[in-house]
Structure formats: C-alpha cells, structure tokens
C-alpha cells in the first residue's frame, strides 16, 4: 500500500527570458508558499512550470495576481521511498491495471529519507484507489549495516 493523495498542480507559462522563474518563484516565497514539487520544461517561444503547492489556494491568488496564463490539473501525490525501485514499483503497479501515466517528477529526497512523486494517470480515481488498497511498500535500507566504529 501506498500513501497517495490528490492534489492540485498549477502549469504556469511562461515566457524563455533571464528572470521570468525567478519573479514567479520570489512572488511565491514572498507569501511563504511552500512548493512540494516542481518542473520546468521548455520549448524555443516558452517554458511550462508544474508545480504542486503546500496551499493552492494561496498560490492560485499569486498567480492572479501576476497575471501569467495558467492550467490547475488533479494529480496524485505518492509519497515514496528515495531508494532504487521505489518509482517503478508504482509504474508497474499502474501499469498493470492499464492505467496509463501521462508524466510523472519526482522532489529529490535525502538519502533513506521519503520523496514525493507526482503522477498524471489516465484515471486518476482509479490510480488512486489502487495505490491506497494494494501495492507493496519499500522498507527502508539500512543505510547503517555493516557499519561499526573503526
């Protein structure tokens, strides 16, 4: 079983210019607006910042307030284990089911600490449903074996 919830991720776009991340960023953090996750794709004319707020609805009256062209999407957050396999235990499970993950990030996590994937599915309620009810869950490593004073 997997601890998953839905969440609201906000795709902000944004024009390819020195200083465009870091107003949008600086406005976020001036509210002290957390961000769980974030990614920032590009294109020649734009760039796409997805995101994932600890407060959407403070984040949502930011972005008004920049004025910036904008997308909410329903994703599911999974919180996860930082170790190898963690992601491909929920993309097989998924996949299994037939669900199919339209695209997927990852925060980065300390090491044996926990990660946040963020997942777009085909079905999201389905995908939801299935990571609450089944799936296996990664024990951590220890990190620590083996390791006595020298």
């Known amino acids: 079983m ?5 969440a609201i991720q906000f795709s902000v776009f944004l024009v390819n210019k020195p200083g465009i991340l870091a107003q949008v960023t600086r406005a976020l953090a001036d509210e002290k607006i957390n961000l769980v996750a974030m990614t920032l794709v590009d294109s020649q004319e734009h760039g796409v910042l997805r995101f994932v707020a600890e407060n959407p609805g403070a984040a949502r009256g ?10 909410e999407t329903e994703v599911l957050c999974v919180d996860l284990s930082n170790h190898p396999g963690a992601l491909a235990d ?13 695209y997927a990030y990852c925060t980065s996590g300390a090491p044996g600490g926990r990660t946040t ?7 999201q309620a389905k995908a939801q449903h299935l ?9 951590e490593p220890n990190l620590h074996k083996g390791r006595g004073r020298r």
């Open 90 to 102: 929920v993309a097989t499970l998924l996949g299994q089911e037939h669900i199919n993950i339209n």
């Open 2 to 6: 997997f601890e998953a919830h839905s």
């Open 117 to 123: 994937g963020v997942f777009k599915a085909a079905d």
């Open 131 to 139: 990571l609450l009810k089944g799936g296996k869950v990664h024990k």
């Open 62 to 71: 930011v972005l008004g307030k920049l004025n910036l062209p904008m997308t």
